[in-house]
């Protein structure tokens, strides 16, 4: 028994490590983002979060952090859904103060 907990434990973690981030279903690579992209955070009325975000797409107001099947994500806060991002190798290099609240700069980490 224990040998198959550990097992699926193992499995679990690899997969959670090769998570990948795709925004409406693309999936971002450096050949379609370059080194930066740029993060909005769209808050609800229960204090969870959703991201737009442009990677220098055609229409990026439009586009959301999804998973491979378009599916949006939403996050429990702001601090969750940048360590995911940080995770996914992605850090924050400049935060913008917007009438409408702040935007993130990212910057690949590797």
């Given at each position: 028994m224990k040998k198959i907990l550990f097992t699926l434990a193992l499995a679990g973690s690899s997969l959670l490590?090769?998570?990948?981030?795709?925004?409406?279903?693309?999936k971002l690579e450096p050949s379609n983002t370059g080194q930066y992209i740029e993060i909005d955070p769209l808050f609800r009325e229960d204090g969870r979060c959703a991201f737009q975000v442009d990677y220098g797409?055609?229409?990026?107001?439009?586009?959301?952090?999804s998973?491979?099947?378009g599916r949006r994500f939403d996050f429990r806060s702001l601090v969750d859904g940048l360590n995911?991002?940080?995770?996914e190798?992605?850090?924050?290099?400049?935060?913008?103060v917007m009438d409408r609240g702040r935007r993130y700069l990212l910057k690949r980490r590797y």
């Open positions: 490590a090769s998570a990948q981030i795709y925004v409406e279903g693309v797409q055609a229409n990026p107001k439009e586009d959301y952090l998973d491979q099947h995911f991002f940080y995770e190798g992605w850090q924050v290099d400049q935060v913008s």
